[in-house]
T-cell receptor, first 115, second 114 residues
Framework: AQKITQTQPGMFVQEKEAVTLDCTYD???????LFWYKQPSSGEMIFLIY????DQQNATEGRYSLNFQKARKSANLVISASQLGDSAMYFC????????????WGLGTSLAVNP | DVKVTQSSRYLVKRTGEKVFLECVQD?????MFWYRQDPGLGLRLIYF???????EKGDIPEGYSVSREKKERFSLILESASTNQTSMYLC?????????????FGPGTRLTVT
């Protein structure tokens, strides 16, 4: 069965430093997609970045990059130059070819950026 | 920009009441979703719809029903609210069946059932 695991319930990082949030996944489907979302305290889920299983390069979006290691089934989010506004919950999610409309979700990681 | 709106940010209802949560998206998306979010349990899918009048149960449909009479609107109905349905409810939409399409979320409705 497909599964998403985020093993870090909470993380701290100093402002301006980089931080890596872990996500591992499990699926037997060779075609799948991995997503990262941010949820500030206001509650709205904000899409950050997407990585497809067949993408040759790691996805990047501004300060966000995805460290995709297919053999290890990991899709870690890297935030560079952390800002105070990055303090939020971060969720990893996945879909796959046999279920491409819906997402399954990890339990999230709470990130606190210290000034 | 895609906009997903939800009828209320905060709602307080009494046990046994019928509760309607409304969600509207303005980008002609095929898919719409209702999730509930509880601390330590992450996001759990209640129902989703891939077309008008079409619906599919998610992981926790018990105690809920949905309605999609128009493409842009997806309603979640609590037939008889109970205290264990106190939660944050999130609506989302996405374009189609292509797996690269991300879901766009509304601001959420924090429902308290007393």
């Amino acid at each position: 069965a497909q599964k998403i695991t985020q093993t870090q319930p909470g993380m701290f990082v100093q402002e301006k430093e980089a931080v890596t949030l872990d996500c591992t996944y499990d699926t037997s489907d060779p075609s799948y997609g991995l997503f990262w979302y941010k949820q500030p305290s206001s509650g709205e889920m904000i899409f950050l970045i997407y990585q497809g299983s067949y993408d040759q390069q790691n996805a990047t979006e501004g300060r966000y990059s995805l460290n995709f290691q297919k053999a290890r089934k990991s899709a870690n989010l890297v935030i560079s130059a952390s800002q105070l506004g990055d303090s939020a919950m971060y969720f990893c999610a996945m879909n796959w070819a046999g279920n491409n409309r819906k997402l399954i979700w990890g339990l999230g990681t709470s990130l606190a950026v210290n000034p | 920009d895609v906009k997903v709106t939800q009828s209320s940010r905060y709602l307080v209802k009494r046990t046994g009441e019928k509760v309607f949560l409304e969600c509207v998206q303005d980008m002609d998306h095929e898919n719409m979703f209702w999730y509930r979010q509880d601390p330590g349990l992450g996001l759990r899918l209640i129902y989703f719809s891939y077309d008008v009048k079409m619906k599919e149960k998610g992981d926790i449909p018990e105690g809920y029903s949905v309605s999609r009479e128009k493409k842009e609107r997806f309603s979640l109905i609590l037939e008889s609210a109970s205290t264990n349905q106190t939660s944050m409810y999130l609506c989302a939409s996405s374009l189609g069946a292509v797996p690269t399409y991300e879901q766009y979320f509304g601001p959420g409705t924090r429902l308290t059932v007393t």
